[in-house]
């Protein structure tokens, strides 16, 4: 260890600034994102009802590369618009706040993981320091790849479906704001917690919880489940969009079995 240990009072201080400058952080990250999220190109029009229109950069994309392969798509209809209402009287004043908290959660995600590293880091040796600041980093890095895939595939395709799917055409489609806000932050919150598969996988290897060998054995299996969780997340059953969404869970599981270690040696290899 670097420095002398400190006792019980010296870490609960420690820990004490610790939250201290992170809550801080967090507020002003939120003021500042309360500040610019009203007007016609707030964030809130140009960052979190985007997916609602159909010049979204992730359908212009999609229309292309159908266009490109040769298949029909209703991602080249730019005619396309969601219409977002609200029925109580407080709901957008709320909505403005908890969406700058939410987003203020993920741009100061980075500085989180710092304090924490800064708290856990005089406790470790140099060897225990190096790898825990690797895991720190590629935690934040793939954390974010997570909420970017979540923004521009999984919530546009799952809203197109959602919103334009009908029962009967004696209903009309409306989604209200709390139903919209609900799923943008689920499903790119989820979609962040995902891809920290890799590193989880490698803690739990770090424990000998898990080895390669069980990606291996249950490779299969995993190719059934996550088609399923493709298939649950793009409900329209075109292979295009399915394959955007399957692709790159099957992707994280591969990377996972890459940061495990090996299956331990059997009696019999030993004995060899």
Known sequence: MQQDEMSFWDHLEELRWTLFRSVLALFLFAILLFAFMRGKYGLFDAFVLAPT??????????????????????????????????????????????????????LAFPYLMFEVWKFISPALYEEEKKDVKWVFLFGTLMFFLGCSVGYFTVFPITLRFLATYQISEAITEQVSLESYMDNFLMLIFIMGIVFEMPLVSWLLSKLGLLHRGFFHNYRRHAVVALLVAAAFITPSGDPFTLSLVFIPLYALYELSACFVKPAPPTDEEEDE
Request: net charge positive; glycine share 6%.
């Open 53 to 106: 229109r159909g010049d979204f950069i992730t359908y212009r994309v999609f229309c292309k590369a159908g266009n490109y392969f040769g298949v029909v798509s209703d991602f080249c209809d730019t005619a396309f618009r969601i219409n977002i209402f609200n029925i109580k009287m407080a709901s957008q004043f709320f909505t403005h706040m908890t969406t700058s908290f939410w987003m203020a959660l993920v």
